[in-house]
């Protein structure tokens, strides 16, 4: 692990440069790392060769560096590296790695490096994490094999792999989850998506705006999409879509619903279906209304209408339009007294050709009439 300071926390002393007009031949020495100075960006190396020497905080050169804000590459050296030190050739002149070599392993210097092709440009630390700039303009950004992101020229594609994914913007948050901890490493484990909206930026991210659910959400809910509106972030739930596994739908709207089609409009239920208003209800055709059924019932009040086979009509009071004549009721009394009536016109003795016929009503006795059903 590299230090970080010495023990006690006491600053070095370091050579200071006071290069002078002399000059000597340059001289070059491979060197381990022994510690880093993370702060000072410096290196204590020790020449692996004669003469053995040891040089404190001396810096190492870089593809690019500015003195005003830093800029350019930095790298930060490990403890145990191989260096090339270089001693200038000017007089006074402090040393400093030119470089990083490996060492020679049996003919190669690899060093556990990637196996690339020409005109690719890798970096990475110990750690597995890595950045790939490929020949062919591919570039590769990860931590792990299965947490990237590659870069394709061709079709201009952006391809991300990941176990779970978050993306969070002032607008709201979009994230794929697997309810995976590291010590479970079996997959079948519960996967959940998640969309967020704001209707403005600075909305509590708790309870924002709109929330839609896709995937499993939790052991013993059988829901696998969930919707859920609210009439500010942070306010109060104003719609709720719910659809199970089984594919039944649950949808509660604390507001109005208004339905519009142009063309036709066709429902086919396999099963019973029941609509219940608290309020007023009315269906309402243009042209011809239809209803049929095996059997139809309707009731409003006291009054019912079933029809199954016949036509059933019952009520307080049944009203059957205008009429000249009330409502007789064919009882049996009524059988008996039309058969007198009969009777006894029969009776009557015939009248000669020619005269005049008188024809008399005799009304049924008021007990015969129906007082609930009116004509």
């Not at 790695?97 to 690339?116: C, F, I, S």
């Not at 039309?338 to 016109?345: D, G, S």
């Amino acid at each position: 692990m590299s230090k970080i300071a010495r023990p006690g926390g006491e600053t070095p002393i370091r050579s200071q440069s006071s290069a002078s007009t002399g000059s000597r031949a340059a001289e070059i020495y491979r060197a381990q790392v022994l510690n880093v100075n993370t702060r000072d960006y410096t290196v204590d190396v020790q020449y692996e060769s004669y003469p053995h020497s040891t040089h404190f905080d001396i810096p190492w050169m870089t593809q690019y560096l500015h003195q005003n804000q830093g800029e350019g590459v930095a790298v930060m050296p490990e403890v145990g590296s191989t260096v090339w030190v270089c001693q200038p050739s000017e007089s006074g002149r402090e040393a400093f790695v030119l470089g990083w070599t490996p060492v020679d392993e049996g003919g190669t210097y690899r060093a556990g490096r990637e196996l690339l092709n020409p005109g690719d440009i890798h970096f990475s630390t110990r750690d597995g994490n890595f950045v790939f700039l490929r020949r062919g303009g591919i570039v590769q950004v990860g931590a792990t094999p299965i947490c990237q992101r590659l870069y394709i020229p061709i079709r201009n594609v952006i391809r991300d792999f990941a176990e779970n994914y978050e993306l969070s913007t002032p607008a709201g948050d979009l994230t794929w989850h697997v309810d995976r901890t590291e010590e479970q490493g079996d997959g079948h484990r519960g996967c959940l998506f998640t969309l967020s909206c704001k209707e403005f930026a600075d909305d509590p991210n708790k309870d924002p705006l709109a929330v839609l659910k896709m995937g499993s959400h939790g052991e013993g809910n059988d829901s696998i999409l969930s919707l859920e509106t609210r009439d500010k972030g942070g306010g109060s739930v104003k719609t709720s879509l719910t659809i199970s596994k089984d594919g039944d739908v649950s949808w509660t709207i604390q507001g109005d619903v208004s339905l519009a089609i142009k063309g036709e409009l066709s429902a086919t239920i396999s099963q019973s279906m029941t609509i219940t208003s608290t309020e007023n209800m009315t269906l309402e055709s243009k042209a011809v209304f239809t209803a049929k059924g095996a059997e139809l019932h309707a009731q409003g009040g006291a009054a019912k209408l079933d029809l199954v086979g016949t036509a059933a009509l019952d009520g307080s009071a049944v009203n059957l339009g205008d009429a000249l004549f009330p409502v007789v009721i064919a009882s049996p009394d009524l059988m008996v007294w039309i058969q007198a009536v009969t009777a006894a016109l029969t009776a009557l003795p015939a009248a000669p050709p020619g005269t005049p016929v008188v024809r008399v009503v005799v009304p049924p006795l008021a007990v015969y009439k129906s007082t609930k059903v009116k004509a």
